[in-house]
């Protein structure tokens, strides 16, 4: 673009799950490429930059909740977010949604009214996540619902942001790929660089993560003996520490 462009940021709106890296992603990478940043969020994000306005919503999301309930407390946090990119409407041309806020169909169709260019930003893929949770009975209509969201926000994005080429074929995203880029910058630096080959390094299998149900995380766990009864030269590491399931975890 010929100029910086004036720019909002749409982030997950309850204050648990901040993802590790967004703070220095904002402050570092985004904010220098932006005129004026709006920051819409609900996580206690320290950002730094002079162009940075920070609109806070506090909504509170624990696991064990009820089916129901989740449902209400993805819906609810809409209208706050849609409230504010029509307050703020002045303020930015192009909105970026970052980590799941695909979801936020009522905010992403009144930007598209607004004419406002829409890029997403993937991070995860919450209906795959709740097909482990929810897949059988009419439960499992939550995330066939999930995954109707994502496929139309996809449809209303100028630009879509994933990792890897990988996630094209997982998400059936094939008929999007002229407006696909591939970036993971902002989660991995370049100062990790491999230091030994990958023939001379040990047999480590690793998870690094949320110690969540939908994770997978006690099956990891109690596949290591299992794999240990017949493999004596593997090595696990589970690195995490929060997560519903970190008791039951560790007792595996």
Do not use: W
Request: glycine letters at 6%.
């Amino acid at each position: 673009m010929a100029k910086k462009p004036n720019v909002a940021l749409v982030t997950f709106p309850y204050s648990y799950a901040v993802p590790t890296g967004l703070a220095d992603f904002i402050s570092s990478i985004l904010a220098p490429l932006c005129h004026k940043l709006v920051l819409i969020t609900g996580q206690p994000l320290k950002v730094k930059g002079k162009n940075i306005q920070v609109t806070r919503m506090p909504c509170q999301f624990r696991e064990g909740e009820s089916l129901l309930l989740r449902i209400s407390k993805v819906i609810i946090p809409q209208f706050s977010i849609t409230v504010n990119l029509l307050r703020l409407r002045r303020k930015y041309e192009v909105i970026i949604f970052f980590c799941t806020a695909e979801l936020f169909l009522l905010p992403m169709l009144i930007s598209r009214l607004m004419r406002k260019r829409i890029i997403i930003i993937h991070t995860g893929t919450l209906s795959m996540s709740y097909r482990q949770l929810y897949h059988r009975g009419i439960k499992q209509l939550a995330p066939m619902g999930l995954r109707l969201i994502e496929k139309i926000a996809f449809s209303l994005a100028n630009k879509i942001c994933l990792e890897s080429g990988g996630i094209i074929k997982l998400l059936n995203l094939q008929n999007h790929r002229r407006k696909i880029s591939l970036a993971h910058h902002y989660f991995v630096s370049e100062q990790f660089k491999p230091e030994k080959d990958l023939a001379r390094r040990a047999n480590l299998v690793g998870y690094i993560g949320k110690f969540a149900f939908f994770k997978g995380t006690v099956n990891f766990a109690q596949a290591i003996p299992l794999v240990s009864a017949r493999r004596r030269d593997v090595r696990f590491l589970m690195a995490g520490g929060s997560g519903s399931h970190y008791q039951r975890v560790e007792a595996e």
